[in-house]
C-alpha cells in the first residue's frame, strides 16, 4: 500500500518536472508574418472546406490541393510549420491570428450568401421577363391577350368571341324573355 502511493506520487513529480522544462521555440529565421499567415490559413481552411465534388473540379482545373497554399504565399511546408509552432506556443499571437482567420471568413461568407441573393433574383427577374415577353406579343393569329380583373392572363381571339356570342344566340333562342306586360 506505501509502495503503491510512494509510485504515484513519484510518477507525479516526474511528470510535473518533465512538462515544466519545455522549450520555447526559437524564432525561425525566415518567419511568416501574422499578416501573410492569416492570408495562408484563411487559404487552407477554405481548401479544407472544399467537399469531394468541388475537389474533383479543382483537380480537373490542375489545382494540387497538396501543395496550392504553399505555392500560392511562395512558402514551403517546413517554413509554414516551424513559423506555425512559433505562433502556437505564442498563444495571444496565435489567438490574433485565429480571429482575424474567423472574421475574414464569416465576412466572406456574408459576402458569397449576397452574391447568391443576387443572382437568385437575376434568375427570378430573367424569367419573369422572358414570361412577360412570351404572353404579351401576337402570334400569326393575332391573338390578343389580356389581363382580368383578377390578374389572370387570359387569351381572346376572334374565333373565341364568335363561338362565344353563337352560343349565346343558341341559348338566347331558347330562353323568352319575360316581360310585366301581360299579352292577353
Same mark, same amino acid.
Not at 510535473?16 to 499567415?37: F, G, R, T, V
Not at 490542375?62 to 511562395?74: A, E, F, I, P, W
Given at each position: 500500500?506505501?509502495?503503491?502511493?510512494?509510485?504515484?506520487?513519484?510518477?507525479?513529480?516526474?511528470?510535473?518536472?518533465?512538462?515544466?522544462?519545455?522549450?520555447?521555440?526559437?524564432?525561425?529565421?525566415?518567419?511568416?508574418?501574422?499578416?501573410?499567415m492569416v492570408d495562408i490559413l484563411i487559404d487552407a481552411k477554405i481548401i479544407a472546406s472544399a467537399n469531394s465534388v468541388n475537389r474533383?473540379?479543382?483537380?480537373?482545373?490542375?489545382?494540387?490541393?497538396?501543395?496550392?497554399?504553399?505555392?500560392?504565399?511562395?512558402?514551403?511546408?517546413?517554413?509554414?510549420?516551424?513559423?506555425?509552432?512559433?505562433?502556437?506556443?505564442?498563444?495571444?499571437?496565435?489567438?490574433?491570428?485565429?480571429?482575424? @482567420? *474567423? +472574421? %475574414?471568413?464569416?465576412?466572406?461568407?456574408?459576402?458569397?450568401?449576397? #452574391? &447568391?441573393?443576387?443572382?437568385? !433574383? =437575376?434568375?427570378?427577374?430573367?424569367?419573369?421577363?422572358?414570361?412577360?415577353?412570351?404572353?404579351?406579343?401576337?402570334?400569326?393569329?393575332?391573338?390578343?391577350?389580356?389581363?382580368?380583373?383578377?390578374?389572370?392572363?387570359? @387569351? *381572346? +381571339? %376572334?374565333?373565341?368571341?364568335?363561338?362565344?356570342?353563337?352560343?349565346? #344566340? &343558341?341559348?338566347?333562342?331558347? !330562353? =323568352?324573355?319575360?316581360?310585366?306586360?301581360?299579352?292577353?
Amino acid at each position: 500500500m506505501i509502495l503503491k502511493r510512494l509510485t504515484i506520487y513519484l510518477s507525479i513529480i516526474l511528470l510535473a518536472s518533465a512538462c515544466y522544462n519545455l522549450d520555447k521555440p526559437k524564432k525561425p529565421d525566415n518567419l511568416i508574418s501574422k499578416e501573410k499567415m492569416v492570408d495562408i490559413l484563411i487559404d487552407a481552411k477554405i481548401i479544407a472546406s472544399a467537399n469531394s465534388v468541388n475537389r474533383k473540379i479543382m483537380e480537373d482545373h490542375g489545382v494540387k490541393l497538396n501543395t496550392y497554399v504553399y505555392t500560392k504565399h511562395n512558402i514551403d511546408s517546413l517554413q509554414f510549420a516551424l513559423s506555425n509552432e512559433y505562433y502556437a506556443f505564442h498563444i495571444k499571437d496565435y489567438e490574433a491570428i485565429y480571429i482575424k @482567420v *474567423k +472574421d %475574414s471568413l464569416e465576412l466572406l461568407k456574408v459576402k458569397f450568401e449576397e #452574391e &447568391e441573393e443576387k443572382e437568385r !433574383i =437575376e434568375e427570378e427577374k430573367r424569367i419573369t421577363d422572358s414570361l412577360k415577353l412570351l404572353f404579351t406579343e401576337k402570334d400569326s393569329l393575332s391573338l390578343i391577350k389580356i389581363k382580368d380583373s383578377l390578374k389572370v392572363l387570359t @387569351v *381572346k +381571339d %376572334s374565333i373565341t368571341e364568335m363561338l362565344i356570342e353563337e352560343r349565346l #344566340e &343558341e341559348i338566347r333562342g331558347l !330562353i =323568352e324573355p319575360i316581360s310585366d306586360k301581360d299579352h292577353q
